[in-house]
């Protein structure tokens, strides 16, 4: 963990660890593990939300929960990017991490794999393998994807890659 | 077209009897008629095949391979066409894989890929530039009918990983509509060509669970070392026990990137590296010379290493545990039908024509015991040689804490309440 933040280190110790080491082919072995997944999600969200820092929505779209989808932002320069977030559960999980998507930006950066998988390999990748079963879907939202966020956003911005969606509708009018 | 030259000819004869001088109407003509003449030959395509001959003749698809036969290399080559290779990834190694065992006359390819063609793929062998935007599935299908109409080919467009493509990926490993008498699944191997950790893993979990020999094969990503391994559930380390770059490099395996981010790739390493594995398949299939359980490549210093490497007890894939557990008990029978075999063949060599007429020194060949007694002591896998410890303790303590710890509180949470909890709070 050398090299993190201090905020993201005590945030991340607060996010409740995960006990049961099952994938989505498990039976009720998984249903074990969906339970502590949403609880992990739910203490991150409220954690975020009283800290004032809230920045993402995710909920299962499937009643398996292998599928989910929700929506994540970034502020920078005071303006919002939201971006949509969608993942499958592998069927090797927890072995192996869920691959982040954010399709609307696929193609967009190098830092990413085709049909928006976001890069994880170096950052995360090593921290989750160390930490599997512990680790889960809000870890890899606070380890994986938040960092990604905060490293790539400005870039694509400043870039003009990406463009507030205040900017572009009032381009297209223009 | 045809119309159309015709049209065009005609043309061209009211154009020469106006004309004072027809000679440019002349070579204009033969100009025409000979794109016509071009326009008609098609492309050639051979008819399917009933059975493989070794007649020596230049439009017998199959003569050199059967050659192998007649070179004492292969006892039976036509045994080709009862085997189903399955190749998941038909990306740098994976397409060569399959256009070498589609050449080979190989009776059976499933094919599995997600991606399209794209012109990034252009440095590396078997796609070409007018199949870019097509998925690499309906790509390879393309060529590989062209070049050998015999193979039977399965394309599936998918994603391994998720829960439904794995579910797919299984069960058409398990369909054994190809070759009902099969013992097993109904592939004979599966060969892994895919990019990234996460498709390697599941391999690995439908290989273990189907109890399915497979090869595991890829390149570096600075492109000039890659690797081969076989694996054989039960038998040999899985994907899980001993992932081969940390064996092979130190490297920690998870932090590979993968195509498409940073990593570099060459034809020749992908090359290389797909002829290795196909080899080995063939040795596998075809049962001739010894198959390989790892062997790496390493271009910089032409560096060729191989090992063996024995299944991990306390490998993290239960999958994998179990069929170990079944190896061993397979032990037993395994060394009787060895030294049933070993017996006939001496028996056999015996009654065909006794070694030596006579033994005038009286020298007789005896049963090496101590190193037998090695064999047995080294293979209970838990008890190490002397002078040697672990590094780190047997087992994490970890999961027997955790089963303490829960239980109480579990009871009361229904997941249907939670859910409507991360509802609330997204709602908010």
Same mark, same amino acid.
């Given at each position: 963990?050398?090299?993190?933040?201090?905020?993201? /280190?005590?945030?991340?110790?607060?996010?409740?660890?995960?006990?049961?080491?099952?994938?989505?082919? =498990?039976? =009720?072995?998984?249903?074990q593990r969906l339970k502590e997944e949403y609880k992990s999600l739910i203490a991150y969200t409220q954690m975020n939300k009283s800290n004032d820092n809230d920045w993402f929505r995710i909920s299962a779209s499937n009643p398996e929960g292998t599928r989910w989808t929700g929506k994540c932002w970034y502020v920078h320069n005071l303006l919002k990017y939201e971006f949509d977030l969608q993942f499958d559960i592998p069927i090797t999980y927890p072995a192996t991490a869920p691959e982040l998507e954010l399709p609307e930006i696929?193609?967009?950066?190098?830092?990413?794999?085709?049909?928006?998988?976001?890069?994880?390999?170096?950052?995360f990748k090593p921290l989750w393998a160390k930490n599997c079963p512990r680790f889960g879907i809000a870890h890899a939202l606070c380890l994986g994807l938040a960092p990604w966020l905060a490293a790539e956003i400005p870039i694509l911005v400043d870039s003009g890659m990406i463009k507030h969606k205040d900017d572009a509708a009032s381009s297209a009018e223009s | #077209?045809?119309?159309?030259?015709?049209? #065009?000819?005609?043309?061209?004869?009211?154009?020469?009897?106006?004309?004072?001088?027809?000679?440019?109407?002349? /070579?204009?003509?033969?100009?025409?008629?000979?794109? !016509? +003449?071009?326009?008609?030959?098609? @492309?050639?395509?051979?008819? /399917?095949?009933?059975?493989?001959?070794?007649?020596?003749?230049? &439009?017998? @698809?199959? &003569?050199?391979?059967?050659?192998?036969?007649? #070179?004492?290399?292969?006892?039976?080559?036509?045994?080709?066409?009862?085997?189903?290779? !399955?190749?998941?990834?038909?990306?740098?190694?994976?397409?060569?894989?399959?256009?070498?065992?589609?050449?080979?006359?190989?009776?059976?390819?499933?094919?599995?890929?997600?991606?399209? %063609?794209?012109? *990034?793929?252009?440095?590396?062998?078997?796609?070409? @530039?007018?199949?870019?935007?097509?998925?690499?599935?309906?790509?390879?299908?393309?060529?590989? !009918?062209?070049?050998?109409?015999? %193979?039977?080919?399965?394309?599936?467009?998918?994603?391994?990983?998720?829960?439904?493509?794995?579910? $797919?990926?299984?069960?058409?490993?398990?369909? /054994?509509?190809?070759?009902?008498s099969k013992e097993g699944s109904g592939v004979d191997l599966v060969l892994s060509c895919v990019d990234n950790y996460e498709a390697r893993m599941a391999v690995n979990? *439908?290989?273990?669970?189907?109890?399915?020999?497979?090869?595991?094969?890829?390149?570096?990503?600075?492109?000039?070392?890659?690797?081969?391994?076989?694996?054989?559930?039960?038998? $040999? *380390?899985?994907?899980?026990?001993a992932p081969p770059l940390v064996v092979a490099s130190g490297i920690d395996e998870r932090t590979l990137k993968r195509e498409g981010?940073?990593? +570099?790739?060459?034809?020749?390493?992908?090359?290389?590296?797909?002829?290795?594995?196909?080899?080995? &398949?063939?040795?596998?299939?075809?049962?001739?010379?010894?198959?390989?359980?790892y062997l790496g490549y390493n271009s910089l210093k032409d560096f060729f290493p191989t090992m063996k490497m024995r299944p991990n007890p306390q490998c993290s894939n239960v999958a994998c545990l179990e069929?170990?557990?079944?190896?061993?008990?397979?032990?037993?029978?395994?060394?009787? !039908?060895?030294? +049933?075999?070993?017996?006939?063949? *001496?028996?056999?060599?015996?009654?065909?024509?006794?070694?030596?007429? =006579?033994?005038?020194?009286?020298?007789s060949v005896v049963d090496d015991e101590n190193e037998k007694d090695t064999t047995k002591a080294s293979s209970s896998s838990d008890t190490l040689?002397?002078?040697?410890?672990?590094?780190?303790?047997v087992a994490d303590d970890y999961e027997k804490e955790i089963a303490i710890g829960s239980g109480e509180a579990e009871e009361e949470d229904d997941l249907e309440d939670l859910k409507k909890q991360l509802e609330a709070l997204n709602a908010a």
């Amino acid at each position: 963990m050398e090299g993190w933040d201090p905020n993201t /280190k005590s945030t991340l110790t607060r996010i409740p660890l995960l006990a049961t080491k099952a994938g989505p082919r =498990d039976g =009720d072995a998984w249903k074990q593990r969906l339970k502590e997944e949403y609880k992990s999600l739910i203490a991150y969200t409220q954690m975020n939300k009283s800290n004032d820092n809230d920045w993402f929505r995710i909920s299962a779209s499937n009643p398996e929960g292998t599928r989910w989808t929700g929506k994540c932002w970034y502020v920078h320069n005071l303006l919002k990017y939201e971006f949509d977030l969608q993942f499958d559960i592998p069927i090797t999980y927890p072995a192996t991490a869920p691959e982040l998507e954010l399709p609307e930006i696929d193609g967009k950066t190098q830092k990413m794999y085709r049909g928006g998988k976001i890069c994880l390999t170096v950052h995360f990748k090593p921290l989750w393998a160390k930490n599997c079963p512990r680790f889960g879907i809000a870890h890899a939202l606070c380890l994986g994807l938040a960092p990604w966020l905060a490293a790539e956003i400005p870039i694509l911005v400043d870039s003009g890659m990406i463009k507030h969606k205040d900017d572009a509708a009032s381009s297209a009018e223009s | #077209m045809e119309i159309e030259f015709k049209a #065009m000819l005609d043309d061209l004869d009211v154009l020469e009897k106006s004309l004072s001088n027809p000679a440019p109407i002349h /070579k204009l003509r033969s100009h025409v008629e000979n794109l !016509a +003449a071009l326009s008609k030959c098609n @492309p050639h395509r051979r008819s /399917k095949v009933k059975e493989l001959s070794s007649e020596v003749v230049d &439009s017998n @698809p199959y &003569s050199r391979l059967m050659a192998l036969q007649r #070179m004492g290399i292969v006892e039976n080559y036509e045994r080709i066409r009862e085997f189903s290779v !399955a190749i998941v990834g038909i990306g740098g190694v994976g397409s060569v894989a399959a256009e070498m065992l589609t050449r080979c006359g190989i009776g059976r390819l499933l094919l599995y890929d997600y991606d399209t %063609v794209e012109l *990034a793929n252009m440095n590396r062998l078997f796609f070409r @530039p007018d199949q870019v935007g097509m998925t690499k599935t309906d790509a390879a299908v393309q060529t590989l !009918a062209e070049i050998n109409p015999d %193979v039977v080919l399965e394309s599936f467009t998918m994603n391994i990983t998720t829960v439904q493509g794995f579910e $797919t990926f299984t069960s058409s490993l398990k369909n /054994k509509s190809f070759c009902p008498s099969k013992e097993g699944s109904g592939v004979d191997l599966v060969l892994s060509c895919v990019d990234n950790y996460e498709a390697r893993m599941a391999v690995n979990q *439908a290989c273990n669970e189907l109890c399915q020999t497979w090869m595991e094969s890829g390149v570096s990503e600075d492109a000039v070392s890659g690797h081969i391994q076989l694996l054989v559930p039960g038998e $040999t *380390a899985c994907f899980a026990c001993a992932p081969p770059l940390v064996v092979a490099s130190g490297i920690d395996e998870r932090t590979l990137k993968r195509e498409g981010v940073c990593a +570099a790739s060459l034809p020749t390493t992908m090359g290389v590296v797909a002829g290795l594995l196909v080899q080995n &398949s063939l040795k596998f299939l075809l049962n001739f010379g010894e198959v390989s359980p790892y062997l790496g490549y390493n271009s910089l210093k032409d560096f060729f290493p191989t090992m063996k490497m024995r299944p991990n007890p306390q490998c993290s894939n239960v999958a994998c545990l179990e069929r170990q557990k079944e190896y061993m008990l397979g032990e037993p029978a395994r060394d009787a !039908a060895a030294k +049933a075999k070993m017996e006939a063949d *001496a028996l056999t060599a015996v009654d065909d024509t006794p070694l030596h007429d =006579d033994n005038e020194w009286n020298i007789s060949v005896v049963d090496d015991e101590n190193e037998k007694d090695t064999t047995k002591a080294s293979s209970s896998s838990d008890t190490l040689p002397e002078g040697l410890t672990r590094e780190l303790p047997v087992a994490d303590d970890y999961e027997k804490e955790i089963a303490i710890g829960s239980g109480e509180a579990e009871e009361e949470d229904d997941l249907e309440d939670l859910k409507k909890q991360l509802e609330a709070l997204n709602a908010a």
